[in-house]
C-alpha cells in the first residue's frame, strides 16, 4: 500500500524557518500534484501550497513570498520550506498527493504535523 510520511514539524518563534518533507513510498506507478495543507483549531483545512509534476506551482496568498514548495520525483518527496514564519501559522500541516497505483489516481494524506509559531 501507499504511505506518505511527514517530518520535520515543531515549535518556532516569529520570523524564524522550519522545512517539511514528505516522502511516498509503496507500490507508486506515477504521482501528479503533491501539496499541503494545514488545519488550524476551529478552522477548516485549507491548501497552503501544490506542486504539479513539472514543477508549476502555486500558493495561498496568505503564504506568498514566505513559503517555497518543491519536490524530487526521483524520491517521490514533497518539501515545504516556510520563512518568516508569523503564530497565525500555527496549525497542523498535511501534505498530499495524487498518487496512481491502479487506475485511476488517487488522493493520498500524511498523518499531519503540528507547526507551533509563538510570538
Known amino acids: 500500500q501507499v504511505q506518505l510520511v511527514e517530518s520535520g514539524g515543531g515549535s518556532v518563534q516569529a520570523g524564524g524557518s522550519l522545512r517539511l518533507s514528505c516522502a511516498a513510498s509503496?507500490?507508486?506507478?506515477?504521482?501528479?500534484?503533491m501539496g499541503w495543507y494545514r488545519q488550524a483549531p476551529g478552522k477548516q483545512r485549507e491548501l497552503v501550497a501544490s506542486?504539479?509534476?513539472?514543477?508549476?506551482?502555486n500558493y495561498a496568498d496568505s503564504v506568498k513570498g514566505r513559503f517555497t514548495i518543491s519536490r524530487d520525483n526521483s524520491k517521490n518527496t514533497v518539501y515545504l520550506q516556510m520563512n518568516s514564519l508569523k503564530p497565525e501559522d500555527t496549525a497542523v500541516y498535511y501534505c498530499?498527493?495524487?498518487?496512481?497505483?491502479?487506475?485511476?489516481?488517487?488522493?493520498?494524506w500524511g498523518q499531519g504535523n503540528q507547526v507551533t509559531v509563538s510570538s
Open positions: 509503496g507500490s507508486i506507478l506515477s504521482i501528479n500534484d
Open positions: 498530499a498527493a495524487q498518487i496512481l497505483v491502479l487506475p485511476p489516481f488517487k488522493n493520498y
Open positions: 506542486v504539479t509534476r513539472g514543477g508549476s506551482t
